[in-house]
């Protein structure tokens, strides 16, 4: 009982209120679902990797759910889909506790003028863990409802009737949900009822086909880059390509009387051009004179001299025991990895109409609440009348965790008072990216007389990943002495090692570096793992029994050591070079999700061939395994494309490449022919899952060619020395 | 000027300003058809692959004027729900798309492939699909590449049944 209270303290009964709608019969609104968990908790949640709650502090009422007229849900999501697959498992879990078919919910994103957005962003592997309970809740609050309306209108006791797919039974009547919900004006608000118990679950747990995969085979269109408005313009923005540029003065006069010019916009330090068409916009934006100041000799050298451990700020991240005393026996060893773009296919873009005092954007966004909030600012716009209507995203990857192109947009919306379109061309893509920072580790270690470690440090520098980003108030990376982002994975996760060290270093680029998929762990587990393999050699140890010796017992250690050991027997783990293929092994924690991964590796021609990869996960709870297997096939890919070609420059102050192909990455024919998925489920909750298999693929990747060839690569992308 | 070409099977009559303008855009904006995408505009990534006369065209780097008498085929023509191109039929089937976007040039590219060589080894797959996907669905493209060839191979096999 003690329980139940608390539980149905967390829905707000005063928030709870129905309103009609266009085509629908009962517009459900649930009230802000608070924790009380208090903020800082949150914020040292993620600083110790581990997963954050759904995080809302909307004090007005949002509507989740809509009952249409021919018995469906709508279920508008606070999150977005940007291929993660988040729509699909809420949809399992609010079937699931709605008693209806997959196929009678609709999952689409929540417009912020429904209230439903989240505050924070949809990001940080965090989706489906962070809704898990909430969403569940809310849905199982909505067929109580739905089933007190039915039993009243049919006459029965509501212990009398039952729900199979939205349609209820008693008493030889049935109602259907849009029946039960016709009419009704004044809801009564239950307590959370008690939710199903996880052996009676009909969809969570299944390998159901994503919700959105027809709409994504046959070309409809659901994009940013696909949204329209009427009597739309287009525009087109004028960006410095030398980094660092402060805007001089512009020079707009031949570019007035270009064919389908409707108006330049210069504000500030902002120019713009709106045109009748993309291609016109895009002709009168090369025909403005920007000057600006910049610096002109910057380059890469420069950028990696600055990126040096020892330089900037730093902040012991984690300690235990003693330091180094006996400089003797120690090992070092540096990496570094290089700038990363975020690449993905679909370039940032917006509609923006500004209508008086109100204004509609639609765009793919992983912030819709910032969007808002920076729109409503820069315009002078009550927040609550700036409607972002989000679209599903053409990749996310962090990219769009901060989109200030929605306010431009809405600019020159303002400025011709109609709705314009606006878009980065891919040069753009590449040169304003909030790129991946470098970095640059240092490892030390120290073997006892076992052939164990006795020491471990890890000493890393990187540029800013949540400093400086707009989700991340400033003040709050003060208070606590560190980038949140940057130490993804630069924790020691071998803490039976008597004395560990953690040092996260903070240089400010001169460029905006921010959240890239997986954010630090990409290059902290490459090198720290990496690291661990050189040691296990000199130790003249097995990989994996050397890692699986120096891991502790904490909870989730055990579910580290059942990883590593699953991704062992699943691959068939040895140490010996077979037909020119050897094996590398890797493991890694990110947001309390453990991984290990095998990688089958050969070399022809002096390349790397990736043949095989082995990904042993555990996510907790699976509630779509199909999708988290996709997860971890994807984050493969895309780490392994990151890890082997990837790569930007600085030339001569400009960020370079600006193209795919010179930005090289992974293709089909680079792509593992086999990813092999091993799923575990070491705790009962859903898990992070978007993220932590980017953890180990570096290492394994460069562990199998340390074994092949000899060569320890300590630097990404990695590339042989050409005697190999 | 006017410029006459076949869009999924109907004719249709444009009138493009400029003639050298790529036809992704007479496509999506002047056509609506919003299935083909922009991902680059340099034919580097063939997010806006179709066909034109059955050849895989990057279209953002394809002048309208070449399209003139033509016939273009984009994912909206491929196939629908209710008649589902083997290629689409086997997307669906091994759950290919992540986000999405780069997948309609995919499958055009696909869709070109089998017509050429209607049982693609891994090596033809490798060497002719040579678009970019971001989050990495490579694994289960390849999978339904093949799938798609015996999807393919069977309907033609239904079909001259039929005959
Ligand atoms: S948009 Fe045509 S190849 Fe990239
Ligand atoms: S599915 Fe997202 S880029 Fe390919």
Redesign the interface.
Known sequence: MADKEKDSKKVSRRKFLVKGGLGTIGVVAIGAYLFRSPIRRQILGVVNSLEAPYLDNIDQPMIWFEVTSDNNILLHSPKME????TFTGIAQMAAEELSVSMNQIQVVHAASSTGNVDSFATGGSTSISGLWKPLRELSAMLRVMLLKEAALKMNVDVDQISVVDGVISGNGKTLTYSQAAEGVENWEVPDVPVLKDAKDYKYIGQPI??V????????????G??AEMPDMLYGAVVRPTKIGSIFVSADTKAAEHM?GVVKIVVEDDFVGVVAN???EAEKAKDAIIVTWDSYDNLNTDAIVKMMTVGNGNSSVIQKNGDSFDDQDEIVTLEFRSPIGA??????NGVVAFVDGDSATIKISTQVVGLTRKEVAKRLDLDAEKVNVVPT??????GRRLHTPHAVQAAIMSKAVGKPVKY?F??KEEFQHDMFRPPTHHVIKGKLNAEGYLEGLEHQFVSGDVATDSALIPNALTNFLGVDVGAIRGGFIQYTAIPNFKAECWHVELPFATSWWRSLGLLANTFAMESFMDEMALKANKNAVDFRLHQIADEPIDIRLKNVIKAAAEKSNYNEEVKDGRAMGFAASIDANTPCAQVAEVSIVDNEIIVHKVIVAMDPGLAVNP?QIR?QC??????GM?AVLYEQMFVEDGELTPT???PYQ?????N???E?DVVLLQGKDTPGAVGEPPLGPIGAAIANAVRRLTGERLTELPLKLSKKA | MEISLTVNGVLKTVDI??EN?PLL?VVR?TLD??????????A??G?CTLHVDGEAVRSCSYPVKFAEGKKVT???GL???EN?HPV?QA??EE??????????GF?MATAALLNKVPKPT?ED???N??????????????KAIHKAAELQAEKVISESKEL
């Open positions: 940007m291929g993660q697959g086909a994503r959105d995969l027809d709409e994504k085979v046959y070309g409809d269109p659901i994009f880059m696909d064919p068409s993309m291609l975020h690449a993905q296919i679909e370039p599903y995203l053409g990749g996310g990857f878009f061309s891919r199909d996709a096939e994807g984050c493969v890919i895309m494309s193209i795919y192909g990455m992974a293709l089909m024919k792509a593992p022919k990813i | 300003a400029d303008t855009w904006d058809l919003k299935g083909t995408k922009f991902g680059c505009g340099k580097a990534c997010a984009t994912i909206e196939g629908d729900r589902p689409q997307w669906i759950i290919v798309p992540q986000c999405g976007y780069c997948q309609p499958m891994d797959i490798d060497k699909i040579i678009n970019v996907c971001r989050c990495g669905t490579y694994y289960r493209m390849r």
